[in-house]
């Protein structure tokens, strides 16, 4: 089974509208990582969480830690196509920090 | 340099050829770390080095994967006999050390037929 789950894998929105992407992990949350992906390009940095209760924002985005949980969602208000993309939650494993990541968020903003 | 750079950003081999893909980190990152993502999936790690030393290597998927960093920058991610199950995205990231955050590449993209 998958060490982080997100949900939902996919999500239309109409622009304008808010989102949710959630991810869960089956150990403890230490650091979370949320990256944006378009098709075919590399990852970019989104936030970084480290500590229970944490949230940041960027923009529109806001994401926010729970540890108890061990889950994280990122929350999208008022959409925008340029927020169409994959979304992938990471969490780091091992001594050197490696990152395990989740499947996925495929986001499609309609406009 | 500025970002992570990978090349090539596409690769098409022929099953049975051997591939070398080439990430150049940013200059004064001591971390370097090799992914694999497959079509609808998020990354796998495979490798990670640490200056030239490769510390840890157990998510190479066989022995036809090689991966160096001769002189603590530059790393090459070697397929040798490529089969279709490796047709992928290879990411590279780089990072200054653990815990300080990751730049990745924009992959190179290869396809085996």
């Known amino acids: 089974s998958q060490e982080l789950e997100q949900s939902p894998q996919s999500l239309i929105v109409q622009e304008g509208k808010n989102l949710t992407i959630n991810c869960t992990s089956s150990?403890?949350?230490?650091?979370l990582y949320w990256y944006k992906q378009k098709y075919g390009e590399g990852l970019i940095f989104l936030m970084m969480l480290q500590k229970g209760g944490e949230e940041k924002s960027h923009e529109k985005i806001t994401a926010k830690l729970d540890e108890k949980k061990q889950q994280s969602s990122l929350h999208i208000t008022a959409s925008q196509p340029s927020h169409a993309g994959i979304y992938l939650c990471?969490?780091?494993?091992?001594?050197?920090?490696?990152?395990?990541f989740g499947k996925g968020t495929k986001l499609s903003v309609k406009p | 340099g500025a970002g992570v750079s990978q090349s090539p950003r596409y690769k098409v081999a022929k099953r049975g050829q051997d591939v070398a893909l080439r990430c150049d980190p940013i200059s004064g990152h001591v971390s370097l770390f090799w992914y694999q993502q497959a079509l609808g999936q998020g990354p796998e790690f495979l490798t990670y080095?640490?200056?030239?030393?490769?510390?840890?290597k157990s998510g190479l998927p066989s022995d036809r994967f090689f991966a160096e960093r001769p002189e603590g920058s530059v790393s090459t991610l070697k397929i040798q006999r490529t089969q279709q199950e490796d047709s992928a995205v290879y990411l590279c990231?780089?990072?200054?050390?653990?815990?300080?955050?990751?730049?990745f590449g924009s992959g190179t993209r290869l396809t085996v037929v």
């Open positions: 990231a780089s990072s200054p050390g653990t815990g300080r955050g990751y730049t």
């Open positions: 080095f640490q200056n030239e030393a490769q510390l840890d």
């Open positions: 150990k403890t949350l230490y650091g």
């Open positions: 990471g969490a780091a494993r091992g001594s050197q920090g490696n990152l395990i």
